[in-house]
């Protein structure tokens, strides 16, 4: 059974653009959540979509934001950006239980110069 | 504010050497979570523990899940250089909704 897959692999940006991730579930996953990864604050959650919704959703400002297909891929966007959104951004997928183990893609680099 | 503490943040260590992770907090879980992550991967899960008391054993590596469902460890025997790489405790609870709440993790170093 295939992985999660997360394209891109490395991304750079300059302040004021926006970007857009995409993160490929397991196969029968239902659930794909979204972390951001940073040195200083480790793993921190930023959303969670089921059946296309969004059950859950992190402190993070308005200008992150994502959407989840029929067929359970998911994208995030991130608008105007920032230097401090530099990092590496996560997803995870599972069924959807809330016991369900997730499982991590290898995760997107953005650098915003 | 991070649930879940990690400790050490930091440890190096010889090839042979046991050591032991810790992963503390106030809250309950329902089910607690150990990733190992290469730099520049993604965390790759390495046990679910999700019973009060419950022990796990992976080949070297023992899991720990206290009874009060707060707190584990995770416990490795005779280290090997492979054995490097960020060690991660996650927690799941019903109050943090489908969300994993993760400590900063333990760098753990092998050296030969």
């Known amino acids: 059974k295939a992985g999660v897959t997360q394209t891109p692999r490395y991304l750079i940006k300059t302040r004021g653009q926006q970007v857009t991730l995409s993160c490929s579930p397991i196969s029968g996953h239902r659930s794909v959540s979204w972390y951001q990864q940073t040195p200083g604050q480790g793993l921190q959650f930023l959303f969670e979509?089921?059946?296309?919704?969004?059950?859950n959703k992190g402190n993070f400002p308005g200008r992150f934001s994502g959407r989840q297909f029929s067929n359970s891929r998911s994208e995030m966007n991130v608008s105007t950006l920032e230097l401090g959104d530099s990092a590496l951004y996560l997803c995870?997928?599972?069924?959807?239980?809330?016991?369900?183990?997730?499982?991590f893609g290898p995760g997107t680099r953005l650098t915003v110069l | 504010t991070q649930l879940l503490e990690q400790s050490p943040q930091f440890l190096s260590i010889q090839e042979g050497e046991n050591l032991t992770v810790y992963c503390n907090s106030s809250s309950v879980f329902s089910s607690l979570q150990w990733y190992r992550q290469e730099p520049g991967e993604g965390p790759v899960l390495l046990v679910t523990?999700?019973?009060?008391?419950e022990v796990k054993k992976l080949k070297r590596l023992t899991f720990q899940f206290g009874d009060a469902r707060k707190d584990s460890s995770l416990h490795i025997t005779a280290a090997q250089t492979g054995d490097t790489g960020l060690y991660l405790c996650a927690g799941a609870s019903a109050n943090s909704g489908y969300a994993l709440n993760f400590g900063k993790g333990t760098s753990l170093l092998v050296t030969p």
């Open positions: 979509y089921f059946s296309e919704t969004q059950r």
């Open positions: 995870a997928s599972s069924s959807g239980e809330i016991t369900d183990t997730q499982y």
């Open positions: 523990v999700v019973t009060g008391g």
